[in-house]
Every structure is written in structure tokens, then in C-alpha cells.
């Protein structure tokens, strides 16, 4: 009897801590930090590969790139157009471009530029101006965006009905999903989004409720049988 008494006080305990690892939120991360996105011979000296692999990104995040018209944001999931860095000869289907530059220009205009991962696996951005130096010159990096929670509504195109794809392993180089942005994409304000710089406050004193959590559910439970 008492075996059958504990059996609705486990499905209840793992139902708590279901609902416990899905309080986490969305994240917006801004990349270069302060520092921004810019070739290394200019504003930043940042190692983008580095800060991206220090990164845990998951679908219905976003990207927020702080540049200037000078500079492209560019998205691929072919790695030959990635280590051309040259978009060139790409195809639609699997290379994007989310900001343009004009190196013509003289006159800069700062720009925030927010890209949505809308794909598991392996994805590749970089900026191509001048023949490609931006990128030669450190603008560019590559990340693997894991199935998290999935999209959000907001982000969900009628596409994203159909079973999705399987993830491409993080070195095969040869998937390339088709990019679709959703009719209804909008910039991430609000909502479910947390900004990185708030998830770096919050991380330590979410993880320890967190904990803290799990062990009182854990000593009630023993307590019980």
C-alpha cells in the first residue's frame, strides 16, 4: 500500500520540476557586448568566435547586432560561402542577408540590427564588404542553436506546421535549411525576451532558487514516503 500511496507523489514531483525548468526565458544577446560588431581594425577587438562559444543559443533567440552602415550582417548556413566570406554566389535558400553596407558611404549611421534563430543546428554569419577583409579581419563566427523550447508563436510561419527538419550535427557542413522569415517577425521588445546583460544579473539568483527549489520539493518527497 504504501508503494501505491508514493506513486502520485512522484508524478507529482516531476510535474514540479517540469514546470520549474520551463520558467527560463527567451534571450536577446548582444553580440561583441559593449563593443559591438566591427572588423578588428577599427572600433573592436573582439574575438566574436570566442564570445559565441561561451554562448548557449536556443530557437526564438535573437542576435542584436550594434554596427554602422559600414558594416553587413550576414547569415549563412553554407560553410563555403562562410569561409569565402563572400555571399555573392550564394543561394537565397540558405544565405541571408539582414543588413547591408555601402562602403561607399562615407557618412556612417549607427545601426541595430536583430536576427531571430529561426534553425537547430549549425548557422555562420560574418561581414563580406571589401572583398571580404571585414571578415579576414575577424568579423565572423559560427554557433549551434539547440531546440530549447522551440519557436514562440511570433516567430512561427505556417511552414513551421510541418515536421521540422533534423538537426544537423554540429560539423556537417552539407545541411543548409531554407531561411524563411516569418510574415509577422518583429523586433524583440518585450514579451518573453530577457536582454543578455539582464540574463547575467539574473543567472546567479535564478540558479540558486532554482537549486533551492529542487531541494525542499526533494526533502518534502523523502519526508512523505
Given amino acids: 500500500m504504501e508503494h501505491h500511496r508514493s506513486l502520485p507523489l512522484i508524478f507529482l514531483f516531476i510535474s514540479l520540476l517540469s514546470l520549474l525548468g520551463s520558467a527560463q526565458a527567451y534571450k536577446n544577446y548582444t553580440v561583441g557586448d559593449s563593443l559591438g560588431w566591427y572588423d578588428n581594425t577599427e572600433k573592436s577587438n573582439v ?5 559565441a562559444d561561451a554562448k548557449n543559443f536556443s530557437l ?8 554602422d552602415t559600414n558594416h553587413s550582417v550576414v547569415q549563412t548556413y ?6 569565402l566570406c563572400d555571399y ?6 540558405d544565405t541571408k542577408i539582414w543588413s547591408a553596407a555601402d562602403p561607399s558611404n562615407t557618412a ?10 529561426l534553425k537547430e543546428g549549425t548557422t555562420y554569419f560574418f561581414s563580406s564588404d571589401y572583398d571580404g577583409d571585414q571578415c579576414n579581419n575577424g568579423q565572423h563566427f559560427k554557433i549551434y542553436v539547440s531546440h530549447g523550447k522551440g519557436l514562440p508563436d511570433s516567430l512561427k510561419s505556417p511552414s513551421e506546421q510541418a515536421p521540422a527538419p533534423n538537426s544537423p550535427d554540429y560539423n556537417n557542413d552539407e545541411s543548409a535549411p531554407d531561411i524563411v522569415v516569418p510574415s509577422n517577425f518583429n523586433n524583440p521588445q518585450g514579451g ?3 536582454n543578455d546583460d539582464d540574463n547575467v544579473k539574473k543567472a546567479s539568483g535564478s540558479a540558486s532558487l532554482y537549486v533551492n527549489s ?9 519526508e512523505l514516503l
Fill in 192 to 194: 518573453d525576451h530577457k
Fill in 60 to 67: 526564438g533567440d535573437f542576435l542584436i547586432f550594434n554596427t
Fill in 214 to 222: 529542487i531541494m525542499v520539493l526533494f526533502a518534502y518527497f523523502c
Fill in 47 to 51: 574575438n566574436y568566435q570566442k564570445w
Fill in 78 to 83: 553554407n560553410f563555403t560561402t562562410y569561409k
Fill in 88 to 93: 555573392d554566389d550564394a543561394l537565397d535558400s
Fill in 108 to 117: 556612417t549611421v549607427a545601426v541595430t540590427v536583430p536576427v531571430p534563430l
